[in-house]
C-alpha cells in the first residue's frame, strides 16, 4: 500500500513537471516575441520622430536659401488628431461586421467616409502638393536650359537673371532639387499611411492613385530623372567636389542583365529606380522622351505610338491618344525631351549608341522624304 502511494505521487509529480514545461514552452516564445516587438515598436518610433526632425530640419534650410514650399506636416497630423473616429465606432462595428483589429492589408476597409478629415486633409495636402510640384518643376527647368544653353544663350540668361552663382552652384543647386523632391515624395507617403492607419481605410492609396492622374505626384515628373542624369554626369566632371546632401547618397545608372535604371538611395532606407528600358521596342531608351504620366519611351517608339511622323512630332498628336503602358489619355502634349539623360546614355552605352544611331537615321530620313512626297502631290493635287 506505501509503495502503490508512492508511486502516485511519483506520477502526479511527473505530470506536473510535464505541465510546467508545456507551459513553458509555449508562454516563453510568446514573451520573447513581445519584448522583440516592443523593442521594434520603439525603433519605429524612434526612425519615424528622426524623419520628422530631419524633414524640417531640410525645409528650413531650404527655406532660408530658396524660399521652397514644403509639406505642413505638423498641421496635417493635428487634423488628423482631431478626428474622433477612433472613438466612435461606425455602424458596421456596432453591428459585428467591423473588426478593428485587422489593418487595410488583411482587407479590412471601413466602408464609411470621414467628413471630419476628408473636408480638410486631403485639399489641404492636393493644394501643397500641388505647389511643391509646381515650384519643384519650374527650377529644375531653368537650371537645366542653363546648363544646356549654348555660350550665348547661357550669357544671355545670366544677363537676365535666372538661377545665380558659378558652376559649382549650380551643381549643387541640381543636388539639392533632387533630395527636396525625394525627401517630399517621402513626407506625402507617411502622411498617406498614417491617414490610413488612423481610419482603418485605403482612402490614403486611393488619394495617391488620384494625384498621380492629376499629374501632381513629384516622382512622376520628368524633371526629376533629368536631375538625376544631370547629378551623374557632372559627378563624373571635376568641377563635382562638394559633398552630397546628407538625405540621400547619390544617383548612379545602374546595369541589371543589360537593362539600365537610375537608382537613387534616400534617407529613412528607401530606393528609387527608374527603369531605362522602353516598353515599345524593349531595349534601352533612345533619344529619350517622358510622357507627361511620367513614362518613358524613345522618341521614334512614342511618334509611333502616337500615330505622328517625327516630322510633325508629339505635339501633333491627338488628345485622345493613349500611353501604351498606362492607357492614359492626353500625355503626349507636354511630353519632355531628356537630353541629360540622353547624355548620360550615350557616354554609358556607346557601341549600342552608334548602331542605333545609324539605324534611326536611315527610318527619319525615310520618314521625312515620305512626308516631302506626300506634301508634293497635294500641292499638285495628284
Not at 194 to 207: M, N, P, R
Not at 318 to 328: A, I, N, T, V, Y
Amino acid at each position: 500500500m506505501n509503495s502503490y502511494t508512492a508511486t502516485s505521487v511519483l506520477v502526479k509529480s511527473d505530470r506536473v513537471v510535464c505541465l510546467l514545461f508545456v507551459h513553458l514552452a509555449f508562454w516563453v516564445p510568446v514573451l520573447v516575441g513581445f519584448l522583440i516587438s516592443s523593442k521594434n515598436l520603439g525603433d519605429w518610433s524612434r526612425l519615424r520622430m528622426k524623419f520628422c526632425k530631419k524633414y524640417q530640419e531640410f525645409m528650413q534650410a531650404q527655406d532660408e536659401k530658396k524660399k521652397l514650399p514644403g509639406v505642413g506636416l505638423k498641421k496635417l497630423k493635428k487634423i488628423l488628431k482631431r478626428c474622433r473616429r477612433r472613438d466612435f465606432p461606425c455602424q458596421s462595428q456596432m453591428m459585428g461586421l467591423c473588426d478593428e483589429s485587422k489593418s487595410p492589408t488583411d482587407g479590412h476597409v471601413c466602408p464609411q467616409l470621414c467628413p471630419v478629415c476628408d473636408g480638410t486633409f486631403f485639399p489641404s495636402l492636393l493644394q501643397e502638393m500641388s505647389v511643391v510640384v509646381g515650384c519643384f518643376n519650374d527650377r529644375a527647368r531653368k537650371l537645366l536650359e542653363l546648363h544646356l544653353a549654348s555660350g550665348f544663350q547661357k550669357y544671355f540668361m545670366w544677363m537676365k537673371g535666372k538661377p545665380q552663382g558659378n558652376h559649382v552652384a549650380l551643381i549643387q543647386e541640381g543636388k539639392d532639387l533632387v533630395a527636396y523632391a525625394l525627401i517630399n515624395a517621402i513626407a506625402i507617403r507617411k502622411i498617406l499611411k498614417k491617414y490610413d492607419k488612423i481610419h482603418l481605410s485605403t482612402q490614403g492609396q486611393a488619394f495617391r492613385s488620384h494625384a498621380q492622374s492629376m499629374h501632381i505626384e513629384i516622382l512622376q515628373s520628368p524633371w526629376l530623372s533629368e536631375l538625376m542624369a544631370f547629378h551623374i554626369n557632372m559627378r563624373e566632371t571635376k568641377m563635382n567636389s562638394r559633398k552630397a546632401p546628407a538625405l540621400f547618397e547619390g544617383c548612379s545608372l545602374v546595369f541589371t542583365d543589360g537593362k539600365p535604371s537610375l537608382s537613387c538611395e534616400v534617407f529613412d532606407s528607401i530606393k528609387l529606380d527608374i527603369d531605362l528600358t522602353c516598353s515599345i521596342c524593349l531595349d534601352t531608351v533612345f533619344d529619350p522622351v517622358s510622357l507627361t504620366c511620367g513614362h518613358i519611351f524613345c522618341y521614334m517608339c512614342a511618334c509611333s505610338a502616337a500615330s505622328v511622323t517625327i516630322v510633325d512630332g508629339l505635339k501633333a498628336a491627338g488628345h485622345k491618344e493613349k500611353c501604351p503602358l498606362c492607357r492614359e489619355a492626353g500625355v503626349y502634349e507636354g511630353a519632355v525631351h531628356l537630353e541629360e539623360l540622353n547624355i548620360l546614355l550615350s557616354r554609358s552605352c556607346p557601341e549600342y549608341w552608334e548602331e542605333r544611331l545609324q539605324s534611326e537615321r536611315v527610318e527619319r530620313i525615310r520618314q521625312v522624304k515620305e512626308h516631302w512626297e506626300f506634301q508634293c502631290r497635294a500641292f499638285m493635287g495628284v
